[in-house]
């Protein structure tokens, strides 16, 4: 036999095992985000390459998978442009989405007179990236983002927040989530005389979790930064106690500047307003997501422009499951400015792999076929064949076994499948009118009518 | 301000209210598979050009988008292939997927070990090809395919038809399936003595509709069928009556084909076992789909080795919504021969403007958002906040409104999303507790307690 036929590396084929998973995770979003007001749309997977060029960076242009025209790819190109790097350019017009947000900013721009603002969008798709693949790092993976676009009140942080708490709490996940504001980062960098220097002092600072305070600092040095203001700073980075505390401390750190006030005061309101609304939320045994104000947050940071989030799950080792901030000009890079949004995504694969690890995922929804019917001959699936079809009109997930092969498979192929129920009929069963329902799990064996059956099956 | 942006030709995006509309269509088809026991899978976008090349025919194949290398792309290609047409395969080594089918057959070879046969799989995701665009056809469309394979058991056949017959009962498309056989096409040419011209036999005859009887008659001369033959095939081609009819007619002039008489059996028992089954299928108002022999239905012929299914719809002029079939060694091009299996593929374009057409959308999808809480500013929307935070958890798709805009603009917003609720509190109902409920469409107010409204919305 021929070698076995594969995928791209950094692909995944998804069994049905898998499939039930990931539905349940995707499911449990989208009717969050619809309980929340949240509108779908969906966007083309190839965008032309004019969209996506030059707004995730450098290594980002060079990480978008590019698709060859079609027909005569190489008219036009002169032989003196064959080997150079602008070839790609003349040989693809079109590439593979790289996220959900350039699309997204594309599509407020392109259909600015059909919506209404502000706009509550969602979007779960796949992007396409063609990083190197190493664990949990893929070259097709899904993004679950939502955004609210054209309003920049504080509420919309505020929701969202709420929206994160209750898409964990229905998971299962004990989170912390992460809040900081690039203004109060902004403020940081200006009380210290280092204005000029934000982007090296909070990349440093957002290191600290993984190198430690000697090597942030180590870093800061390095970036320039004087020793007078590396030392200002270590108040702020090592900044701990309660969200009031940590407050406290930073307005007095920042009375100086104004736009660093501006951000406390809007982490202030959002963590009241957070708190005041999930207060109560544990009478059904799930206790609320922390809300922790950290500083050393900052992500994309070029990107946002007010509050910046990041959720972290508590009881497995693992990167952030779920990020996002507040930008200001989404949609100016196509000529659109002044449209502020706030927006979050939800990283499905990590969230698979921390139910995965957990083991917490709910037992029905491995169950697809709930009841086999047995095949024995033409006679007995005839027969079978009726009380089918008046299971499935109960909404019972049936099927009838193709071919009437041996006992002995057909019971393996309802234990390979997980199926609960077996439904058997002879010639003694349908002398009587009736099947022998077999509960694959306890081994007992009852005699039913066919709506007895489906009362059993139902009702369990 | 700059151009707009735009997509590619023959791309889409897709608005909330279309996305209701498709995700209608696609949770139809999804609830049916599953209750005929299907397994979801999802295959990656793209897979190795090696994978699809090869299996689309030469036409197909100029239409697989191909997707360039990373990285130094021109690397190893010599000067001399340059503009040759085999430049393509040394600049790509992906493509995006064609159909879903050929990746099915990739997956089941690929995961034979893990697979309990016979295996129901189904798989609903977007295909790409390079086709001109042009009124109904995309360059980016979803398939929605089920296949059973791993049995050649004619009672999937059966469970096919059951299935296509429930989606579109559901759906509210009245439809006629039409079935044919690949045995009976070979028993015809052979009857008529022209065994090897079976495929200028079928395309002629598969014109029928749309060139009429000369036409398909002048093409069949033009092939180098003989007079005779063509004499003997008029009766075959105007075969009409009842479906009873036509199976006694072409027994008969079939008798003498082995083959010819297989496909008559076959049909004969997928069509009993069908009207059996679907007979007081309209008790609640919806007659059953009819089941059509047609002889002159042909599909991919090559493809098919057994029964032959297309679902056209009887109230709008659209081409086939669904089509299907029986093939013998799906698998064999992957090395792994001896596979029998059958499927069908809901075209869920064509079905989307079929119930555009007919204007068959349940109202109930149209809805989002149900209820919109007015922002009269601070302190109104706090208390707002705890009764949104209520009603949601009451199940109830609700919204504030984030700005303390202009009373006018807020409903303004309500009315353009459609959005059938607006609940308002001022001071007034504040002090009382209350909140007026406003029923956009009848104009109705009332003052109701937070459980009262959440009452009021729910049992609507």
């Known amino acids: ?9 950094g692909t995944r084929d998804f069994s049905p095992a898998e ?15 619809a309980l929340y007001g949240f509108e779908q749309i969906e ?9 996506l060029m030059g707004k995730y960076g450098e290594e980002g242009d060079k990480l978008l998978f590019k698709i060859l025209n079609s027909g005569d790819f190489m008219r036009g190109v002169k032989s003196e442009e064959v080997g150079t790097p602008a070839l790609a350019a003349q ?15 594309r599509y407020v721009v392109q259909h600015r007179d059909e919506l209404t603002l502000p706009f509550r969008r969602y979007q779960i798709q796949s992007v396409w ?7 949990g790092r893929y070259r097709e993976f899904y993004q ?9 009140s504080l509420l919309n942080e505020v929701e969202l927040m709420l929206m994160v708490n209750e898409v964990f709490r229905r998971l299962g996940i004990r989170v912390c989530i992460k809040i900081n504001n690039r203004k109060i980062l902004s403020g940081i960098a200006e009380v210290i005389g280092q204005a000029d ?6 990349v440093a600072i957002d290191k600290l979790d993984k190198i430690g305070l000697d090597n942030v600092n180590a870093e800061l040095a390095e970036a320039g930064i004087p020793e007078d203001a590396i030392s200002k700073l270590q108040p702020i980075i090592k900044l701990s106690g309660s969200n009031e505390d940590k407050l406290r401390t930073i307005r007095e750190v920042l009375s100086e500047s104004e736009t660093g006030l501006k951000g406390v005061d809007e982490v202030t309101y959002v963590l009241q307003q957070y708190s005041t609304l999930t207060t109560g939320g544990s009478e059904d045994g799930n206790a609320s997501s922390q809300l922790e104000l950290d500083l050393t947050l900052a992500r994309g940071l070029n990107y946002y422009t007010g509050c910046i989030f990041e959720v972290k799950a508590l009881d497995v080792e693992i990167g952030s499951i779920t990020g996002g901030g507040r930008y200001d000009n989404l949609t100016g890079i196509f000529g659109m400015p002044g449209l502020s949004g706030v927006g979050i995504s939800f990283g499905a694969d990590r969230i698979y792999d921390v139910l995965n690890q957990l083991d917490l995922y709910p037992k029905t929804i491995a169950t697809t076929t709930e009841l086999l019917f047995v095949n024995f001959g033409e006679a007995e699936s005839a027969y079978a064949l009726t009380a089918l079809a008046a299971c499935r009109k109960a909404g019972i997930h049936a099927e009838i076994y193709p071919d009437a092969a041996k006992m002995k498979k057909q019971m393996q192929y309802a234990n390979a499948r997980n199926i609960p129920y077996v439904a058997l009929a002879g010639e003694n069963e349908i002398a009587q009118g009736v099947f022998t329902l077999k509960d694959m799990q306890s081994g007992q064996q009852q005699l039913l009518g066919t709506s007895e059956l489906i009362n059993a099956i139902t009702k369990k």
Do not use: H, W
């Open 1 to 9: 036999m021929a070698q076995k036929p594969s995928i791209p590396k």
């Open 19 to 33: 499939m039930s998973r990931r539905n349940y995770i995707f499911d449990t979003i989208r009717e969050v985000y």
């Open 43 to 51: 966007t083309p997977a190839m965008e032309n390459l004019s969209t």
């Open 91 to 105: 040989l693809c017009e079109k590439g593979l989405r790289y996220d959900l947000t350039v699309p997204f900013a």
């Open 129 to 135: 990236r063609a990083d190197r693949p190493q664990k």
């Open 144 to 152: 679950c983002d939502a955004d609210i676009v054209g309003s920049d």
């Open 197 to 202: 220097k934000i982007v090296d002092i909070t």
